[in-house]
């Protein structure tokens, strides 16, 4: 399933299943559903804007169907051994009038907005949220935008926040310095800002 794979660059930023959910290799089927769950929150068409509707559907379905590859133990099997997608078919799956909300609802409880702020507010300043933080610096080699995409919950009006976390990581040596970080040219910051 090429189509998949190339989606998956197009809107992630990576052919690799497993970077698209933020999880490693060696990720349990319970590690899986639940990033899963937390990147579908943001990605959520609900949880958008008019004009990014038509983004965060296709990141919603990308989602929902590597999550349906990651979670089922044989297509997973495949992709771990050879990198590729079992079934050319499974193209039109993508492309077909799955209800891929109602798929995302047959897994979880249905989630109210309170429920996301609560999640959003507990999320903040968690060990989980260094991790993100981390592993999208590293991914995207200090790149800030990728990592605005990549650790659910980011806002322009918080960026000296991430920025000193991702210092003191730097700091503490648990990343590398990456220039694309350390010498950000004030124009793509400023432009982050207007979004």
Not at 179 to 185: R, T
């Amino acid at each position: 399933m090429k189509g998949l794979l190339q989606l998956c660059e197009k809107y992630y930023k990576t052919k690799d299943l497993y970077e698209v959910l933020n999880v490693d290799k060696t990720a349990t089927p319970e590690q899986i559903r639940k990033a899963f769950y937390k990147l579908s929150l943001v990605v959520h068409p609900d949880r958008v804007t008019e004009e990014d509707k038509e983004v965060a559907t296709e990141k919603f379905k990308i989602l929902g169907l590597v999550h349906s590859i990651l979670s089922d133990v044989e297509k997973r099997k495949v992709y771990d051994q050879t990198g590729t997608l079992e079934d050319e078919d499974d193209e039109a799956i993508f492309k077909s009038d799955i209800d891929w909300t109602m798929y995302w609802k047959s897994l979880y409880k249905d989630v109210t907005e309170e429920d996301i702020i609560n999640y959003e507010t507990k999320y903040k300043g968690s060990a989980e949220e260094i991790n993100d933080f981390k592993r999208a610096y590293v991914q995207g080699e200090g790149d800030m935008d990728l990592i605005f995409e990549l650790v659910p919950f980011t806002h322009p009006s918080e960026e000296d926040r991430y920025r000193q976390i991702i210092q003191d990581l730097i700091d503490k040596e648990e990343v590398p310095a990456f220039d694309k970080f350390l010498n950000e040219a004030k124009s793509k910051r400023n432009r982050r800002k207007v979004r």
